[in-house]
């Protein structure tokens, strides 16, 4: 007992002495409020940390640019040297910024992963790894404007998909489609570093060999770190010429072969679509809900292809009445596109983050009207529901609406 003690400096008096104590407890509490300064406490150091770590806005500047594949860029980070951004916000591997741009004089956010590792923002930088869209209405603008000395507007680091050892397993397997590799790299990077303590196995899915991201940086931080990192790669093409690489897609067969489902905590981070075949053939091990971690995806590139969107008004333009603030506006909405990007369309510069109905910040009241949610997006909660709040960024008009929106802070 007494040794238990000892290693973890507790000094037990005696079991009387020590439940006395507690009846000095509020005298002596007393006693200090007296003595202590009347002065109010100006700066709280926990609303210090708070605005450290939780900033509304951060201003970057571009320092470097890095060509990862054809269609894919690094883009490097640094606080704004003529802001009053002069340190960066911490973050969870895994998380995201929430970038606002204007393109050609309209304002927008997209949420992009952070590829570099939390110790990089110590260090005072974040990379952000960017594939170009076709027909992408930000990432072409970024293709022709970005370059060194650019000024980025983000949000603080956001979003949930990040290990947590309380709720996950120390194996983790990592299963990335296209530019959702992103955050892998944060997490990969970490665990390399010896700040994560979990081991990953990745298994990551592209298209095309020309389309893998960061291969030969994967292949070496897995030379360096072997019983904790590997990387398999999937490719769904017809000739595959890399060693070691699995051809075809991410089935129940290839998981297998590579990890024992049944110790590790799945993380999902892709397109939509790569979501739908993967979890089915996740379903087929049966595994409890928490062992299965989704990335957001963002807004469903053509809501069409859900079976129970109502496709009559599919080529309808709706009114929307819109209230923020005192102001009262009414503006067009294409069925087909989310009432978020309706809002933005039309310069309201309404709030939002995420992008997928996750995070809330675009919560706006439905006064009126119709809305569609698509279901895999709708995250609100049920007094939301109740009383008629919508995520404006995972709804899309059916009818004429009139809603209310916050303002952007
Ligand atoms: C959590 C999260 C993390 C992500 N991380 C990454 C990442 O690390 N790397 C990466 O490459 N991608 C990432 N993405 C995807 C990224 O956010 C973008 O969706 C992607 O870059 C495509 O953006 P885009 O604007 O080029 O294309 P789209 O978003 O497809 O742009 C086309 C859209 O713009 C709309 N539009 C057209 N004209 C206007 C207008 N005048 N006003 C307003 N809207 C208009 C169209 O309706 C259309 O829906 C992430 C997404 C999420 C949700
Ligand atoms: S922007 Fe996150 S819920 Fe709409």
């Known amino acids: 007992m007494k040794e238990e003690n000892k290693k973890f400096d507790i000094t037990v008096?005696?079991?009387t002495r020590d439940l006395f104590?507690?009846?000095?407890?509020?005298?002596?509490?007393?006693k200090r409020f007296e003595k202590a300064s009347n002065e109010p406490i100006t700066k709280d150091p926990m609303n210090k940390l708070a605005v450290r770590l939780h900033p509304l806005r951060q201003y970057l500047v571009i320092s470097d640019i890095k060509n990862e594949t054809n269609s894919t860029k690094t883009f490097k980070l640094t606080p704004d040297p003529n802001s009053n951004t002069k340190e960066l916000a911490y973050?969870?591997?895994?998380?995201?910024?929430?970038l606002k741009v204007q393109v050609n004089g309209v304002a927008i956010t997209r949420p992009y992963s952070i590829s570099s590792t939390p110790s990089d923002a110590l260090k005072g930088f974040y990379e952000i790894t960017i594939r170009k869209e076709e027909h992408g209405f930000l990432t072409e603008y970024i293709w022709d404007n970005w370059k060194n000395g650019t000024k980025v507007e983000s949000s603080g680091p956001e979003g949930y998909f990040f290990y947590e050892p309380l709720r996950d397993l120390e194996q983790i397997v990592g299963i990335a489609g296209g530019s959702g590799i992103t955050p892998f790299r944060s997490i990969i990077k970490e665990i390399a570093e010896g700040k994560l303590d979990a081991k990953i196995t990745l298994l990551y899915g592209s298209s095309e060999e020309a389309d893998i991201i960061f291969y030969d940086e994967f292949k070496e931080i897995e030379k360096n770190n072997p019983s904790k990192i590997k990387t398999v790669y999937i490719l769904s093409c017809d000739v595959v010429s890399l060693e070691g690489c699995e051809k075809g897609f991410i089935t129940k067969e290839i998981i297998e072969k590579y990890c024992d489902a049944n110790s590790s905590t799945f993380f999902i981070c892709g397109p939509q679509i790569m979501y739908n075949f993967v979890e089915e053939e996740l379903n087929k091990f049966k595994l409890p809900v928490k062992r299965i971690r989704r990335e957001a995806f963002g807004e469903v590139k053509d809501i069409l292809t859900n079976p129970d969107f109502p496709k009559e008004v599919a080529e309808k333009i709706f009114k929307i009445k819109v209230h923020i603030g005192n102001l009262l506006k009414e503006i067009p909405a294409?069925?087909?596109e989310s009432v978020l990007i309706a809002l933005e369309r039309a310069n309201l510069n309404p709030p939002s983050k995420c992008r997928s109905g996750e995070c809330g910040f675009c919560r706006s009241l439905l006064i009126d009207g119709k809305v569609y949610i698509n279901p895999v997006s709708d995250w609100r909660k049920g007094g939301d529901k109740k009383f008629n709040y919508f995520h404006p960024c995972a709804s899309y008009p059916i009818s004429d609406l009139e809603i209310?929106?916050?303002r952007d802070i």
């Open 13 to 15: 008096k005696s079991n």
């Open 91 to 98: 973050f969870r591997a895994g998380q995201y910024l929430s």
């Open 21 to 30: 104590a507690f009846t000095k407890l509020v005298p002596n509490r007393k």
């Open 404 to 406: 209310k929106i916050p």
């Open 334 to 336: 294409i069925a087909t």
